[in-house]
C-alpha cells in the first residue's frame, strides 16, 4: 500500500491500481481492482473496492467522477490538482455500442470502428469535465495538460496510424513528465486522482 496515491500525497483516489482490466466489469486475471480510497471522517484509510459499479464503462465512471470532484471543488478556496488518466485506449478494446454506432456508415474495419469509438467516448468525457469547469467558474484559472503514457500505438489497427518520431528522437528514450503541485496548496494535498494509478 505504501506505493498507492493516497500515500504518494494524493487526497482520494478512484480507479485500478494494477492494468489490463475489462472496462465493463473492472477486473483482470486477479479479481476486481476498481476501487475508492479515501480517508474517512476519523483520519483512517479506507479502501473500498466499487461492486456496485459493475456493467459501467470505464472512461464513462472516470468523466462522471471528475465532474463530481469539480462540483465539490468550486467553492474551495486553495489551488488543486487533479490527475485522470483514462484507461482508453488501451487493450483490451471495448467500448458501449453507441460510440461504435456512429462509425457505422463510414468505417468497414471492426477494429478501427472500436478503437474510433474508445476515442470518441474519452472525447466526450474530457467535453463535460470541460463543461463542468466553466460551469463552476474554475476555467478561467485551471491549467489542462494532455499526455500519452506510451506514444502512439502503430500496431493497433490497419489504417489508423500514429508516429512516435519526437519520443524515438529523444536519445531513443520515451520520456515521462512527471507533475509537480502549486506550493499554496494548505493543510490538505490538494491532489485528487480519478483514474489508473500513476
Known amino acids: 500500500m505504501a506505493f498507492t496515491p493516497l500515500h504518494r500525497g494524493f487526497d482520494d483516489f478512484f480507479g ?75 487493450a483490451p478494446h471495448m467500448v458501449p455500442q453507441r460510440y461504435i454506432d456512429q462509425y457505422a456508415s463510414h468505417i468497414t474495419d471492426k477494429k478501427e470502428k472500436v478503437f474510433a469509438a474508445m476515442v470518441s467516448s474519452m472525447d466526450e468525457g474530457i467535453g463535460n469535465i470541460t463543461k463542468a469547469l466553466e460551469s463552476t467558474g474554475l476555467a478561467d484559472n485551471t491549467i489542462i495538460v494532455f499526455s500519452s503514457d506510451n506514444g502512439g500505438n502503430v500496431n493497433c489497427v490497419k489504417k489508423v496510424t500514429s508516429s512516435n518520431y519526437l519520443i524515438e528522437e529523444v536519445n531513443g528514450l520515451s520520456t515521462r513528465v512527471v507533475s509537480g503541485h502549486h506550493p499554496s496548496c494548505g493543510p490538505e494535498t490538494g491532489y485528487h486522482q480519478a483514474s489508473p494509478m500513476p
Do not use: C, M
Open 16 to 90: 485500478y491500481y494494477l492494468g489490463g482490466q475489462n472496462y465493463d466489469s473492472h477486473r483482470n486475471e486477479k479479481g476486481l481492482d476498481l476501487r475508492s480510497d479515501y480517508y474517512d471522517k476519523d483520519g483512517k484509510f479506507v479502501d473500498e473496492l466499487r461492486w456496485d459499479l459493475d456493467g459501467r464503462y470505464s472512461a464513462e465512471l472516470y468523466s462522471d467522477h471528475t465532474v463530481d470532484l469539480l462540483n465539490r471543488l468550486k467553492s474551495q478556496e486553495h489551488p488543486f490538482f487533479i490527475y485522470l488518466a483514462y484507461q482508453s485506449v488501451h
